[in-house]
């Protein structure tokens, strides 16, 4: 069937005869009703009756990745036997029902996430926003010659492209879903390739200082004396602190897990979506409210107080306004009284106040062990990350997927 009318707009007179031929095909296969709608908003991912699918797709516009139509007519019995299984639907469909096994557009997130998109020929933003569903070979959006990172970031872009590619058994219906690593080691490395990994840093046991920078080499705190590394017990059943010939191999006492901020705050702005309400507060707030309610930290004396100091920094609404939390917790509950954990949590203020503090959008940045809290210590563990934001105050060159062009972040 030809799908060409898709890419039309909405008001053409063969698009509108397509949205009718699609309607009259998808009425073959009702569920209670209902079908799939494929509209731009929807994207074949909630149930509506056949006539407000007609509406959606009439003045929303087509899903224009959609052009094989798997989830309507005859194509939609394999979603159907899936359910019967035991498996869920899609948002809205009958019986409350949630979930979808439908298309997650991996090709997009993964352009998205390494700064690759489209070559810029699109006359229209809605244009150019479409276009990056459509698969066909991609370009680095700016013109800029290939160093080692763009070289190494563009074979791992192609990599995981490919594996997103494969399908998950000879034969496989459904759309296209990341193949299950063969270990966990392989899935850890996946993840680090995407941007998200952390550090182990060795510290003292008495919290005085970090094997890091200027001391990583060394073998004892040089505040307090200790051993960096844990007593071992040798052959005879004797504790021994261990020799330098031995301490290689040795555990280390104390160690804490740091989260580099910099690749996430980069992750977070090469998603378009991400990276509009990275702005909301610059740009929504500005609507008319009652001053006097504070809805959003944005509206604080103290984030105004900030700017007027900063100016160069508050010109630009990509900048990022974290705010940081810590507090202990015992991951074994009661059957463990003898062991903590203290996260260090960063809040991005920049999103909205719905946004803003759903722990999906905080960011973890450290993990401080220890049966006690660090207290007046917690300054030692937070070096990495004072680090990286001293780092961020002169800026760093990221990727605003949203703008689509490189900024100083």
């Known amino acids: 069937m030809d799908t060409s009318w898709i890419d039309l707009p909405t008001g053409h007179p063969k698009y509108i005869d397509g949205c009718m031929q699609f309607i009259e095909f998808a009425k073959q296969d009702l569920v209670l009703g209902k079908i799939r709608c494929p509209c731009k908003n929807c994207k074949v991912d909630k149930w509506f009756p056949i006539n407000e699918v007609e509406r959606h797709i009439l003045f929303k516009g087509f899903y224009k990745s959609y052009k094989n139509w798997i989830f309507h007519g005859k194509g939609d019995m394999v979603q159907r036997m899936f359910e019967s299984d035991g498996g869920s639907t899609s948002e809205g469909f009958p019986g409350n029902q949630s979930g979808f096994i439908g298309r997650d557009n991996m090709g997009g997130l993964l352009r998205s996430a390494f700064s690759v998109n489209m070559p810029p020929n699109c006359q229209t933003f809605e244009a150019q926003e479409d276009d990056e569903w459509i698969e066909e070979p991609v370009t680095y959006v700016t013109d800029v010659e290939y160093d080692d990172s763009t070289i190494e970031e563009d074979a791992t872009y192609k990599k995981l492209l490919e594996a997103s590619e494969e399908r998950l058994y000879e034969g496989y219906a459904f759309p296209q879903i990341l193949d299950f690593p063969s270990s966990y080691y392989y899935s850890k490395k996946m993840i680090k390739e995407l941007g998200r990994w952390y550090e182990k840093i060795d510290a003292c046991p008495n919290n005085c200082m970090l094997y890091w920078g200027e001391f990583l080499e060394k073998d004892k705190c040089h505040v307090c004396g200790t051993l960096r590394w844990k007593r071992t017990k040798g052959m005879s059943g004797d504790v021994s602190d261990g020799d330098t010939n031995t301490l290689k191999r040795s555990v280390p006492a104390k160690v804490m897990r740091y989260f580099p901020l910099i690749p996430r705050l980069k992750r977070i702005y090469m998603s378009s979506e991400t990276a509009e309400e990275m702005r909301w507060h610059d740009t929504e707030r500005l609507g008319e409210h009652d001053k006097k309610i504070l809805r959003h930290p944005s509206d604080a004396l103290a984030w105004k107080a900030f700017d007027e100091r900063h100016s160069d920094f508050a010109l630009d609404p990509r900048s990022v306004r974290l705010g940081l939390a810590s ?5 074994y509950r009661l059957m463990n009284t003898s062991y903590s954990t203290w996260p260090v949590m960063l809040i991005p203020y920049n999103l909205p106040p719905w946004l803003c503090m759903k722990p999906s959008s905080f960011i973890l940045s450290t993990l401080i062990p ?14 990495p990350l004072v680090h990286e934001l001293k780092l961020l105050w002169t800026g760093v060159e990221a990727f605003d997927a949203f703008g689509r062009e490189k900024f100083n972040l």
């Open 370 to 383: 220890g049966k006690t809290s660090p207290g007046i210590y917690i300054d030692v563990y937070l070096q």
């Open 327 to 331: 507090d202990g917790f015992n991951p």
